[in-house]
């Protein structure tokens, strides 16, 4: 069973909200009739039992004194879509027939209702008035009009009993504000859960769209080479046409793999992956498929171990620099140099050009992709043509990977 308490804490549903609030929450204001005729029928059957209580004391139950112990009941109706109107009606009811000289009881309730529903509706000076012209009113009645009204020889109210009432209306206006205030603080935290909920869902399109990108460019490239080769010598040299065949079923299969992967994260966001992510430990496969595109790939250096999501995005980042290469680059040579200290990931990739058509760069897309994994991680981003000719992707990211802007 679920704890309903944090440990020194108040109740789950005072800190976030009752479970029904979301689903009431912005819906247009209904007409509240089982909690007025509720309300109503209390106060009527409270009242008997008050005059009896009070019987010499204060005046009978008569016809008017029931009157008006409808009206403020029945005012209720209203509250949610005329709130300042109905605390006002209800102040002013409750004000007549106490100045009439009927007993306390449960008719001070309604006007208790009224004024919370103002408060939380927003009307916070509405009902600070109402409750104050409705103790002003009392005052006025119980210390100096009471010789002129009923019940006769009646005699004035003491201070002290004058003060519980006093008490009474703050506690009314000091439990509505508390409400209220409640109530704001459960409004922002909606906002906020649900703009986190639009960003992780953004961060999460742009990861799938950043991973799609990268497998399927990559793999494509490839693939678009080697059917160009396995079509130009499939009359004069067969088996370098089988070679080019076999490389590209072997590039689709790991390209559909990949991409299996990236889809089975998004049917179950909540399970582990099946496979692990790549990493740079796959270099040399990186390097192999570059090769079967006619692309020669020298390495530097060697990669340290590094958290998941920095050896996942510097995979990426030297796969998309290289697959740039082999699409945009008259090159047939690439350079890769790998360094690092114990702070940063050193990525360098290297081509000497010319561009062929377009940038060597590549498109936008794959370049804003390289960002966006670099900034995830904290991580930065320079890419541009070099003072020869060629182009240069330089990337540094944490050794230890942390959140980015």
Not at 6 to 14: E, I, S
Not at 386 to 403: I, K, N, Q, Y
Request: glycine letters at 10%; charged letters at 20%.
């Amino acid at each position: 069973m679920d704890e309903q308490r944090v440990r020194g804490g108040p109740p789950q549903w005072w800190r976030h909200g009752p479970a029904w609030w979301d689903r009431w929450e912005g819906r247009a204001p209904r007409w509240p009739w089982r909690s007025t005729v509720v309300v109503t029928a209390f106060v009527l059957v409270g009242s008997n039992f008050a005059a009896h209580g009070q019987q010499g004391e204060r005046a009978e139950l008569d016809v008017f004194a029931r009157v008006l112990l409808m009206v403020a009941g029945g005012l209720l109706l209203w509250r949610k879509r005329y709130p300042v109107a109905v605390v006002f009606g209800t102040a002013a009811a409750v004000m007549v027939y106490l100045g009439a000289g009927y007993p306390y009881g449960p008719v001070l309730l309604t006007v208790a209702l009224a004024c919370f529903s103002a408060i939380v509706a927003g009307h916070r000076r509405a009902a600070w008035a109402a409750m104050g012209m409705l103790w002003a009113g009392h005052v006025l009645v119980a210390h100096w009009l009471y010789p002129w009204l009923p019940p006769s020889g009646d005699s004035a109210l003491s201070w002290g009993e004058e003060i519980v009432v006093a008490t009474w209306v703050a506690a009314i206006v000091a439990v509505s504000e508390l409400f209220r205030v409640r109530r704001e603080q459960w409004a922002r935290e909606r906002a906020e859960r649900a703009e986190a909920a639009r960003r992780r869902a953004d961060e999460e399109r742009l990861r799938i769209a950043r991973e799609l990108h990268d497998v399927l460019a990559h793999s494509i490239s490839v693939i678009n080479v080697q059917a160009g080769v396995g079509l130009a010598l499939l009359d004069t040299d067969p088996e370098q046409a089988r070679s080019a065949l076999t490389t590209i079923k072997a590039t689709s299969k790991e390209a559909l793999g990949e991409v299996r992967q990236v889809l089975d994260t998004l049917r179950a966001p909540g399970e582990a992956p099946r496979a692990p992510a790549p990493g740079l430990d796959r270099l040399p496969e990186l390097v192999a498929q570059a090769a079967s595109a006619g692309l020669t790939v020298d390495v530097e250096g060697e990669p340290p171990r590094l958290a998941p999501g920095t050896d996942l995005a510097a995979f990426r980042i030297v796969q998309e620099a290289l697959t740039n290469v082999v699409r945009h680059s008259g090159s047939r040579h690439a350079r890769v140099h790998l360094a690092h200290d114990s702070r940063v990931l050193r990525l360098r990739v290297d081509d000497d050009g010319p561009a062929t058509g377009a940038e060597a760069g590549g498109s936008g897309n794959g370049l804003a992709g390289m960002r966006e994994r670099a900034a995830a991680l904290g991580g930065t981003i320079e890419a541009g043509t070099r003072p020869d000719g060629g182009f240069r992707v330089l990337a540094e990211l944490p050794m230890t990977a942390s959140a980015g802007p």
